[in-house]
């Protein structure tokens, strides 16, 4: 599932191609997309507006329109957007397809169907689209403000992991980054948020940002389900850097000595060294 880095790669590649452009014409060939409004709402929404800007928050797309209405893609498992030429062919499951007044076309694809595209009322977010409104800060969006952090972290008393996942606490972060964050602070994936100190403190802060910072200028992660592409259709590299996630058995490449681990964690495959996350 795409997370903040993916998400981000793919708003990088629409702000350079939507931003000024007005949506000529709209075909939604699926009303599961839009399923909280319906296909009459999303080609009315789009057609004729033009985009103002492109912003992200969390693994939600936020593409803000000249109507004064915002609209919201989230991908989901398997979702992608896509920029391609006025005559390209469109692949299988491809659920809106949006043309463009310079001629090219924005197509969402999703074989599995989980994603969603949908226009709202940036003023009444919070009746339309209630999840965006709950959602914590963006670490690459917004920076990391240290004394929030620690304040959170010792208020919540949660393990390390389902923290970082919880997207009211930190917007963004899912399976593989919470894996690779809490590798890179040294933090086992169950260490309890409230008795952390503060130099772990700030080891957890860097390696968020870190993190997620570099996962971006590789082009995000594409792991082997090859579901994660940018808008050109390119997969991202970051997954050629995981230190430990999916890589059971590997030795850790930070202490040279553990072997990757793999356990469960709030219900989620989760890996880490035993060497060096303490
Ligand atoms: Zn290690």
Redesign the pocket.
């Known amino acids: 599932m795409p997370e903040a880095p993916e998400v981000e790669v793919v708003r990088l590649g629409l702000a350079s191609g939507l931003t000024g452009r007005r949506f000529a014409e709209v075909a939604v060939g699926r009303d599961r997309v839009v399923r909280r409004t319906s296909r009459t709402a999303l080609i009315a929404g789009l057609t004729g507006a033009r985009v103002d800007e492109v912003d992200r928050h969390g693994k939600y797309l936020i593409i803000g329109l000249d109507t004064g209405r915002s609209a919201m893609i989230h991908l989901r498992m398997s979702g992608q957007v896509l920029l391609v030429d006025g005559d390209a062919g469109a692949p299988a499951h491809t659920h809106v397809d949006a043309r463009l007044d310079d001629g090219r076309r924005m197509l969402f694809v999703d074989p599995r169907t989980f994603g969603e595209v949908v226009v709202f009322d940036p003023m009444r977010v919070a009746d339309e689209v209630p999840e965006l409104a709950r959602l914590g800060p963006d670490p690459l969006r917004d920076g990391l403000d240290l004394a929030a952090l620690r304040a959170g972290l010792r208020s919540r008393r949660r393990a390390l992991k389902p923290l970082l996942l919880d997207q009211s606490f930190i917007a963004g972060i899912g399976n593989i980054y919470a894996d690779e964050i809490c ?1 890179r602070a040294r933090l086992r994936p169950t260490r309890r948020s409230d008795g952390l100190g503060l130099a772990a403190e700030r080891r957890l802060a860097s390696a968020i940002v870190d993190v997620l910072r570099e996962a971006v200028a590789a082009g995000g992660s594409t792991l082997s389900d090859a579901q994660y592409v940018g808008v050109d259709g390119r997969p991202g590299e970051f997954q050629r850097e995981h230190r430990v996630h999916a890589r059971p058995g590997a030795r ?7 072997r990757i681990r793999r356990s469960t964690v709030a219900q989620r495959g989760t890996y880490h ?5 303490r």
């Open positions: 590798h850790c490449s930070t202490c040279g000595r553990g060294c035993p060497v060096c996350q």
